[in-house]
């Protein structure tokens, strides 16, 4: 095992230089989301601001980055959120992590801030920053052709959108132009237009990847590859929102701002749906035998698009429609187009559309407070009520244009509520400051407990648990057998094991869908440890998984959570994951060997290798 090269960019002095992390330190923290928490531990100061020239930007491989490991073409982005004050990672696939390591760079680290509108280049062994200007403004689809068509060999970007370059706190970063592969949650896009980074382009090199057992890894992924695309079939025809009538019919579909447990157009939204109308293509991330990725294009009416780019996905369905009851499938994907453009989180963009048409409806902002304003020009408003396409696409805009109420509304649901002096529990949709994604935590009692105790606020992939409660059996991790969804018998054991494993595939840097896809755990130890010569045991691994989220505890603990920010809004808190979340806690805290007030222990943080040089925070 090699050591990793991380590329540290240094905007405020236009500085580059290499910085090499060890083998002894990968094997403890692996790369990827592990080696973004290391970091962030070690040399961010507490309390620094997100929206700073102190805060740290990094974009970061893992040691399955650039081998023939499935669904391997993911990339880490990680930072302090500026939507929630904590803990930031977003997860992307498309091919920009592939391309980087080809360039002989195992990741991007950026600090500082220029002075100016900058991109970076990443080609062979060197690093430009070069002058951005003539791109600040532009969409995140058109500075992507733009860049791609500058290069004589293939290349893959990072890209913010005009939401990014104004710092809305619900922006994000926009891999591939209108192939569209999204670092969505946490406002990491505000974080690098903070730093007036407009984007990062790696161009295709002609490093490999280093694989200690090349033979043993290509026999074992050949047969891996033949199950998954027979499992992905489905998911192959239909995407993710393949997914929108099964998780309805579950009750894991939010409804009309989460007050709904059911909706009789879901329908409307499916992937079979979409594959009979505005489908035009697929496409697949690096490495990918699945193909989820849809192209869409509405070619006519109001909500036409300009371009075939790509479509909404199952938790964009959830939040721009269901959520606010738009069954028209051709308004969501013009509103999801729009947050490609402008880069922002369709995620957090419909759950604080929920947050206005309900306050709306309420008689809490009025039709002076909807009118607003826009340096673009007049425009009709309509009104935000329930199941209007028009009030979806306008407010859409608003955001990402960050006028109007836009402006509020695009600092998230807990920051709105506030400027706008909006108290009503029941609107008070979020945990840890993130926006709820499209599953319900009234659906699965570990979706529950995982969404109260994720370290970037409310997140299903974190634990990514409620597959092992409805669709699948994970022997591996002692579960035999699909679990009851609605008990709470094992539910924090199951918790604690799925974010130690859902941390290490965010370290590694593969797709979460394996799981569901015929891939094993102890499968993905097996190919780690051929890539690296290594020998861990699936207890390794796991005690792996288990040190890097202790160690982004800890970042969120030294940045002011407490026991009481695990917790769940009062809408979604009726299930019964919700109503025993206080013993469930207690259960979790006590598996996890952290005290009763949520901190890890000192032995626990002695047996992981953390107890020399980290600040142990006071309980």
Not at 113 to 132: F, K, T, Y
Not at 494 to 501: D, F, G, S, W
């Amino acid at each position: 095992m090699r050591d990793a090269n991380l590329c540290e960019v240094d905007l405020s002095s236009r500085t580059v230089s290499v910085r090499k992390i060890p083998p002894q330190i990968q094997r403890h923290i692996l790369g990827g989301s592990g080696l973004g928490a290391w970091i962030l531990w070690n040399e961010l100061k507490p309390k620094a601001e997100a929206l700073g020239p102190h805060n740290i930007l990094m974009f970061l491989t893992g040691p399955y980055t650039g081998t023939r490991v499935p669904c391997s073409g993911r990339t880490s982005v990680a930072a302090k959120s500026p939507l929630t004050g904590i803990w930031c990672e977003s997860d992307v696939g498309g091919k920009f992590g592939e391309y980087c390591k080809s360039t002989g760079f195992d990741g991007i680290i950026i600090r500082g801030r220029s002075s100016a509108p900058v991109i970076l280049r990443v080609a062979d062994s060197e690093v430009s920053i070069l002058n951005g200007a003539d791109l600040w403004g532009r969409d995140t689809y058109d500075t992507h052709d733009l860049l791609v068509s500058r290069e004589s060999l293939p290349a893959s970007t990072m890209i913010i959108g005009e939401a990014g370059e104004k710092q809305v706190l619900l922006s994000s970063i926009v891999s591939d132009g209108s192939d569209a592969r999204i670092a969505a949650r946490g406002g990491l896009g505000a974080v690098m237009g903070s730093k007036q980074l407009k984007a990062v382009t790696a161009v295709k090199g002609i490093c490999t990847a280093e694989v200690k057992s090349p033979e043993k890894l290509k026999e074992s992924v050949k047969s891996a590859v033949k199950k998954i695309a027979s499992l992905s079939e489905e998911m192959h025809l239909y995407g993710t929102s393949g997914g929108v009538e099964a998780c309805h019919d579950l009750g894991d579909f939010p409804c009309r701002n989460w007050k709904d447990r059911e909706w009789k157009e879901a329908g409307f939204l499916s992937g079979a749906r979409m594959a009979e109308s505005i489908l035009s293509g697929k496409y697949n991330c690096a490495r990918c035998p699945v193909g989820c990725g849809r192209i869409v294009k509405v070619d006519r009416g109001k909500y036409t698009t300009e371009r075939a780019a790509g479509g909404p996905e199952y938790e964009t369905m959830g939040s721009l429609g269901g959520n606010l009851l738009v069954s028209d499938l051709k308004a969501v994907a013009k509103a999801n187009d729009l947050c490609n453009r402008f880069g922002i989180d369709t995620i957090s963009v419909g759950q604080v559309l929920g947050f206005l048409f309900e306050s709306y409806e309420k008689g809490y902002i009025s039709d002076e407070q909807i009118s607003g304003s826009s340096d673009r020009g007049s425009r009709t408003v309509p009104r935000p009520l329930w199941g209007s396409g028009e009030a979806l696409v306008h407010f859409t805009r608003m955001i990402g244009e960050s006028q109007g109420i836009g402006r509020v509304l695009g600092k998230g649901i807990r920051r709105a509520m506030f400027e706008l002096s909006i108290n009503d529990p029941e609107l008070n949709l979020h945990v840890k400051g993130m926006e709820l994604p499209s599953h319900d935590p009234r659906a699965f009692v570990s979706i529950a407990l995982g969404y109260a105790t994720s370290p970037r606020g409310a997140c299903h992939l974190q634990a990514y648990s409620h597959g092992l409660e409805a669709w699948n059996a994970l022997p591996d991790l002692g579960f035999p057998e699909i679990l009851d969804r609605f008990t709470l018998d094992r539910k924090a054991e199951l918790t604690v094991k799925m974010q130690n494993l859902m941390s290490v595939f965010d370290s590694l840097k593969t797709c979460k869908f394996l799981l569901s896809l015929g891939v094993t755990p102890g499968g993905i130890t097996d190919w780690l440890n051929s890539i690296t010569g290594w020998e861990y045991s699936l207890e390794d691994l796991l005690e792996t998984g288990n040190r890097i989220f202790n160690l982004k505890r800890l970042i969120n603990l030294r940045e002011g959570i407490t026991a009481a920010d695990d917790t769940l809004p009062d809408r979604v808190c009726t299930g019964p994951g919700g109503r025993s979340l206080n013993s469930l806690l207690q259960e979790y805290y006590s598996l996890r060997g952290w005290t009763s007030r949520g901190v890890p222990e000192k032995k626990l943080l002695a047996r992981l290798g953390l107890c020399d040089s980290f600040y142990f925070p006071r309980d």
